[in-house]
């Protein structure tokens, strides 16, 4: 996330966990995550759309997505899911898409045009 420590070093891993460690911050367990807040990938999947619709969608202030830092992976809240703007929003994707689109997602053979 380009962040570094007091003394202009890097973060790895190591010094994640014994920061953890020292100001005793538990290791983050998905399985206890709260369920209130959800990665912007997730989100996509969830709304049926690619993961660059989904952020156009956040840039635009369509969908509600936060960042703790730039460069950190956003974060939407999944009741902003079920919204009516977000609806209207990803259905505009939808209508955006090819009429030939579900044959393109399927297809297993590269087509190299003039052949």
């Keep these: 996330m380009r962040c570094k420590t007091g003394n202009g070093e890097t ?11 020292r100001l005793g911050i538990p290791e983050y367990d998905p ?6 807040m ?23 202030g369509i969908l509600p997505a936060k960042q703790i830092l730039p460069g950190s992976p956003w ?7 079920a919204s009516e703007e977000v609806r209207i929003g990803v259905q505009r994707v939808i209508d955006r898409r090819p009429k030939v689109y579900e044959q393109y997602q399927y297809d297993k053979f590269i087509r190299l045009p003039g052949l």
């Design 11 to 21: 973060w790895t891993t190591f010094r994640v966990r014994e920061m953890r460690e």
């Design 31 to 36: 399985a206890k995550a709260d369920g209130e």
């Design 38 to 60: 959800i990665s912007l990938m997730k989100a996509a999947e969830r709304l049926g759309i690619c993961v660059g619709s989904a952020k156009s969608l956040v840039l635009k």
């Design 75 to 81: 974060l939407v809240p999944v009741e902003a899911l």
